[in-house]
């Protein structure tokens, strides 16, 4: 085991003050509150945080990749406590405050498309996603949606009804809203057709063009097509290079795309949103986590002509773009660019990937490594052979993590996901994934001898 500069871990975990706050937490706040481990913070700063019994971790899962910036980033923190002195809350759904017009001239500049574009916020992803699913049958008078298999776009009853990733997430709520088509995802590595990618040429459009535009999903009836550039809880998979594009026949029957960008976007795929790794052009894009580093704000932004569909009080958020977020949002847009972190995200993720690769030509329970940026995924299996998934391996293997000094969390049932903030130094990024080796050699080693 090597030494350790960043990630310092004391005594048995949790400590006794952590063990003490998980007791309470499980007291008083919903069990509906799934946690991967019993790490209590005390503080963060940058991509290093410390938990309430004074262990230092290295952080590659920033809040749920949340804290683009990193945490308490001073320029943020500035410009939070400068607002916080001018006024907390006013409500743009009745008046106005001149910061929102300016963080709104910047996302309209940064979303694709050389268009006019209008901007509607809430606070979090799901109410996005809400705002997306309202405001596309507004516009095309339609009320079917398209969505894909492993998709996740948020627990709220709309946002729910496009999800299918688990199905512990609607458990107990159905039935949701009517209308919603899942199509399968064109998962390459777990081909749902079991052919392998590039010599199937996209057989997976011309399956959804025959198997349900052909045959039950009246493609005028339909309002949008929800998709992830990238999946998040389905696993960390990108999509194949041209498949949005060869979607876009959806387009001329006139499908709105509503690009989800609450977890690719912000930087975090070395982009500023993960579909323009695709060549497409949204006709709206959601976003929300990494856009104002930790305080709540979303965003759903799209053409004006269908932006202005909407009429006065037909949607609103009364804490939905609150100054104090907006400032935060403005200061992250300043940091990301000052600070060049698009190019960070790209160069210290590129090496990653790279050793990540490297690792998985050296343990069997490496099924796949994938992604973009610093958005990582690491698919772990029974071997490579079956690519049985190994969903108590990618436990085990956070898990020693976390006893280590390493913050790192699965997406979907088996993958191990890599989403640090966009400014981590790569002295400390090295020292997580020498940790994160630690965890699979040995998890490796394990699984070989049962």
């Given at each position: 085991?090597?030494?350790?500069?960043?990630?310092?871990?004391?005594?048995?975990?949790p400590g006794v003050k952590a063990a003490a706050v998980v007791k309470k937490t499980a007291e008083f706040v919903s069990p509906s509150i799934a946690r991967f481990y019993p790490l209590a913070v005390e503080s963060a700063h940058g991509s290093l945080v410390k938990d309430v019994d004074g262990n230092q971790f290295i952080d590659f899962a920033a809040g749920i990749a949340v804290l683009s910036t990193g945490s308490t980033h001073p320029k943020v923190v500035q410009a939070i406590k400068s607002q916080a002195e001018k006024f907390v809350h006013f409500s743009y759904t009745d008046f106005y405050y001149e910061n929102l017009v300016e963080l709104s001239k910047r996302l309209v500049s940064l979303v694709p498309g050389d268009f006019q574009k209008m901007v509607y916020y809430g606070n979090?992803?799901?109410?996005?996603?809400?705002?997306?699913?309202?405001?596309?049958?507004?516009?095309?008078?339609?009320?079917?949606?398209?969505?894909?298999?492993?998709?996740?776009?948020?627990?709220?009853?709309?946002?729910?009804?496009?999800?299918?990733?688990?199905?512990?997430?609607?458990?107990?709520?159905?039935?949701?809203?009517?209308?919603v088509v899942h199509f399968p995802f064109p998962y390459c590595y777990r081909c749902p057709w079991k052919q392998s990618f590039p010599e199937c040429d996209y057989y997976c459009v011309d399956y959804f063009k025959e198997q349900y535009l052909e045959k039950f999903v009246p493609v005028d009836e339909v309002a949008a097509y929800f998709f992830e550039p990238v999946q998040g809880e389905?696993?960390?998979?990108?999509?194949?290079?041209?498949?949005?594009?060869?979607?876009?026949?959806?387009?001329?029957?006139?499908?709105?795309?509503?690009?989800?960008?609450?977890?690719?976007?912000?930087?975090?795929?070395?982009k500023f949103f993960g579909i323009e790794h695709f060549g497409i052009v949204p006709d709206v894009v959601t976003i929300a986590k990494g856009i104002a580093s930790g305080m709540p704000l979303s965003a759903t932004v799209a053409k004006a002509e269908v932006m202005g569909s909407w009429k006065p009080g037909q949607h609103a958020s009364t804490f939905g773009a609150n100054p104090i977020a907006v400032e935060a949002g403005l200061a992250t847009l300043d940091v990301i660019k000052s600070?060049?972190?698009?190019?960070?995200?790209?160069?210290?993720?590129?090496?990653?990937?790279?050793?990540?690769?490297?690792?998985?030509a050296k343990y069997e329970i490496i099924g796949d490594v994938r992604g973009m940026g610093l958005f990582l995924g690491v698919e772990i299996v029974k071997d490579k052979l079956s690519k049985k998934r190994g969903e108590e391996e990618a436990k085990q293997i956070i898990d020693y993590c976390f006893h280590h000094g390493l913050l790192a969390i699965t997406a979907g049932r088996n993958t191990v996901r890599l989403i640090p903030p966009l400014n981590i130094p790569e002295e400390v990024m090295d020292e997580g994934l020498d940790i994160l080796e630690e965890a699979i050699a040995t998890v490796n080693a394990a699984s070989s001898k049962a």
């Open positions: 085991m090597k030494a350790r500069r960043f990630a310092k871990i004391s005594g048995k975990l979090s992803g799901a109410e996005a996603i809400e705002a997306a699913m309202k405001l596309t049958r507004n516009y095309t008078k339609r009320t079917t949606y398209l969505a894909h298999s492993g998709a996740f776009h948020g627990r709220t009853m709309g946002a729910l009804s496009l999800t299918a990733s688990k199905p512990i997430q609607r458990k107990g709520s159905l039935p949701l809203i009517p209308d389905g696993g960390y998979v990108p999509a194949p290079p041209e498949y949005f594009k060869k979607m876009e026949f959806l387009r001329k029957d006139g499908v709105l795309f509503v690009d989800d960008e609450i977890q690719t976007g912000v930087g975090r795929t070395g600070e060049r972190l698009l190019e960070n995200a790209k160069s210290v993720g590129g090496k990653a990937k790279k050793r990540l690769v490297e690792m998985m």
